[in-house]
């Protein structure tokens, strides 16, 4: 069975500091892994895809990995600000979706 | 270019009724995806459309169906509603390319 875990599922950090979110994934075939951010009462906005090549890719403050052989992909925030307060949710070939990390900066 | 709209954004129905949701897609995608996110299961996919046909289909029984117009808009009909369909319908819309862009959501409440 296709499944998505993301860890952890809630996170609260202050503002300023560096959180990595995780995403461990069994699905098969690969095609792309993405991350998406969803504000409260928003749909979700795509932060990264990443194809089986593709081991890192950035976006601004975040930067995603991909390791293929392990099946884990990683959402790195740097600098957290206040606006990074969301739900953020892996992808796996899609629609193979995990159930989000909610994130919280807090001043 | 506008984004993906979702008509109406609020919806409060009773058990037994139907509904229907409308979305628009960004002017020239011809892929049309729907989603069911609910706080306990996620986003959970329920169809693709691409070219008025429809491409994939999600694990949701057959109350649910959809279709697409040869504009691209999409709809979404969920009929004898029930409790647990309470959730946000989220449509996403895509060129042929990997990138998905989601709209705001239709937000259902079933009483």
């Known amino acids: 069975k296709n499944q998505v875990e993301q860890s952890p599922q809630s996170l609260i950090i202050l503002e300023g500091k560096n959180c990595t979110l995780q995403?461990?994934?069994?699905?098969?075939?690969?095609?792309?892994l993405r991350w998406y951010k969803q504000d409260t009462g928003r749909g979700p906005v795509s932060l990264t895809i990443?194809?089986?090549?593709?081991n890192t890719k950035s976006n601004g403050r975040y930067t995603a990995t991909l390791d293929a052989d392990t099946k884990q992909s990683s959402l790195h925030i740097t600098a957290s600000q206040l606006s990074d307060s969301a739900s953020y949710i892996c992808?796996?070939?899609?629609?193979?979706f995990g159930k989000g990390t909610s994130l919280l900066v807090t001043p | 270019k506008a984004g993906v709209t979702q008509t109406p954004r609020y919806l409060i129905k009773t058990r037994g009724q139907q509904v229907t949701l409308s979305c628009s897609p960004i002017?020239?995608?011809?892929?049309v995806s729907w989603y069911q996110q609910t706080p306990g299961q996620g986003l959970q996919f329920l169809f693709e459309?691409?070219?008025?046909?429809?491409?994939n289909k999600g694990n949701f029984p057959g109350r649910f169906s959809g279709r697409q117009f040869s504009n691209s808009r999409s709809e979404m009909n969920v009929s004898t509603l029930e409790l647990g369909d309470s959730a946000l319908y989220l449509c996403?819309?895509?060129?042929?390319?990997?990138?998905?862009?989601f709209g705001p959501g239709t937000r259902l409440t079933v009483l």
């Open positions: 996403a819309s895509s060129p042929e390319s990997y990138t998905q862009y």
């Open positions: 995403c461990n994934y069994t699905v098969s075939p690969f095609s792309n």
């Open positions: 990443m194809t089986f090549s593709e």
């Open positions: 992808v796996v070939s899609p629609p193979n």
């Open positions: 002017s020239g995608h011809r892929s």
């Open positions: 459309y691409f070219s008025e046909t429809q491409r």
